[in-house]
């Protein structure tokens, strides 16, 4: 065995070690949001006790649970929607503009982004009960979209300067307007960048606890801030269900990636067009 191998190798069990370590806490969470409280939090762990999916039955059907999971998915879907949107306009024609206004523009939109979600909430709060929006949909996923904007600009923006100018300007030689060069030629090129920007606005949207929790009443309240109460519950029944509510708010992100990882692995090591 030469160098390269070994050090291979060293590579593959030092990464090997990660992925347990990393998801020995998702295992374990679920494991014992099969059990009972008194099985789950045995001491020493009863490895063969009973499995049981009353937690994930209060959970769904006596709380609802479903109601936020609907919340959740809407707000999500119009946050990601709205996002790719704009931030594929913007960043198209930040990518294709060579002035210095452009850069001031990034530059902006950086420090916008930088700024803790806490010191916007009082203005945003303030706001939304005067033009009496605050507890909708409509108010969250204007948030979420402001905030989450910025980044993704910037991470379409890098996509889109990798597109040659030639392309769009070939595709317009053929007849096409910018729009529809744009739409037609250079939007199917980027995909894979696009379906990679789109799967982090989308964890930001799906995993936000603060906004939601401010913003919102129990009725509109996405999934991370409906469980939050439970986990930190001294009822042992509300903080099993708080378990389950974890597993149930993984899965869907577990199943985006595996379903969208080709796109995703294509889209961060984008650096080039093939013709």
């Excluded at 939109?109 to 009082?122: E, G, I």
Aim: proline share 4%; aromatic share 12%.
């Amino acid at each position: 065995m030469n160098f390269s191998k070994r050090n291979q190798v060293w590579i593959v069990v030092a990464l090997a070690i990660w992925l347990v370590i990393a998801s020995l806490p998702v295992v374990w969470t679920a494991i014992i949001s099969l059990r009972s409280y008194v099985d789950a939090f045995a001491n020493p762990v009863k490895w063969t006790a009973p499995v049981t999916f009353e937690n994930y039955r209060a959970l769904w059907v006596d709380r609802e649970f479903y109601k936020n999971f609907v919340n959740t998915a809407i707000v999500t879907l119009g946050t990601v929607s709205i996002s790719l949107t704009v931030g594929c306009l913007a960043a198209y024609a930040l990518a294709r503009y060579r002035g210095a206004l452009g850069f001031w523009l990034l530059l902006l939109a950086l420090v916008f982004r930088a700024l803790p979600h806490s010191t916007l909430l009082p203005s945003f709060f303030t706001m939304f009960d005067a033009l009496g929006i605050r507890n909708t949909y409509i108010a969250l996923i204007f948030v979420l979209v402001a905030i989450n904007q910025p980044f993704t600009i910037w991470m379409l923006r890098s996509f889109f300067m990798n597109i040659p100018a030639e392309l769009d300007e070939a595709a317009m030689v053929d007849g096409c307007t910018r729009f529809q060069a744009f739409r037609r030629v250079v939007i199917p090129v980027m995909w894979p960048g696009i379906v990679t920007t789109g799967l982090f606005s989308f964890l930001l949207a799906y995993n936000d606890f603060l906004l939601s929790s401010a913003l919102t009443n129990a009725e509109k309240m996405t999934m991370p801030a409906a469980i939050a109460n439970s986990i930190s519950a001294e009822s042992e029944a509300l903080l099993m269900q708080g378990v389950a509510g974890a597993v149930s708010i993984t899965l869907p992100l577990i199943i985006l990636v595996v379903l969208f990882q080709r796109q995703i692995v294509s889209g961060l090591t984008q650096g080039a067009v093939k013709g």
